[in-house]
């Protein structure tokens, strides 16, 4: 749409779903992985032997290098919309509704931070809405130590002696 009619159209923005980045990752080592093995057992055939090396190499460079962007973006050295790429986008989430339980970065000119979406299954939501967190007890008292001898019970003492009266208690007093 055109500014006279009132709509601008503006850019989506750039949503880059971790998740779909680390995918992405591990697919390309594991192609360099059979690569190699390929090249090791010597299935391949001659123009395929002499380039073998050699991509195995590149795809493990690029591994590596985009390991090294992703870990300039976490430690916000650099712009997370760098990362973006057709394999990694994703819909922004806030217009999607998508709750996939992924992490995803948005660009920093988009002012937003990255975002952890959580994925909750329907059955332990169930179960934590009926129940109630059960009450502390008031205070907890470390207990004692239960020794394994019985202790020897002394004899309860008779009704106790009445204490002679000292010499001044026994005189009267006279005033």
Do not use: C
Request: glycine residues 4%.
């Amino acid at each position: 749409m055109t500014e006279e009619s009132g709509f601008s159209i503006t850019p989506r923005p750039l949503v880059v779903s971790l998740d779909l980045e680390l995918a992405a990752l591990s697919g390309a080592t594991l192609g360099a992985q059979l690569l190699a093995d390929l090249h090791a057992r010597k299935e391949l055939d001659e123009e395929q032997e002499r380039n073998a090396p050699v991509g195995v190499y590149s795809v493990l460079v690029l591994v590596r290098e985009r390991i090294s962007q992703l870990r300039r973006v976490v430690r916000d050295e650099e712009d997370p919309a760098t990362l973006w790429a057709s394999h990694n986008a994703v819909e922004d989430p806030a217009i999607s509704g998508d709750f996939s339980g992924d992490i995803v970065l948005f660009s920093r000119a988009s002012g937003r931070v990255p975002l952890v979406l959580w994925r909750f299954r329907a059955e332990d939501w169930e179960t934590r809405k009926g129940t109630k967190k059960p009450k502390k007890p008031a205070s907890k008292k470390p207990k004692k130590p239960v020794s394994k001898k019985p202790t020897p019970k002394k004899p309860a003492p008779k009704k106790p002696t009445p204490k002679a009266p000292t010499p001044k208690e026994a005189a009267p007093q006279v005033h």
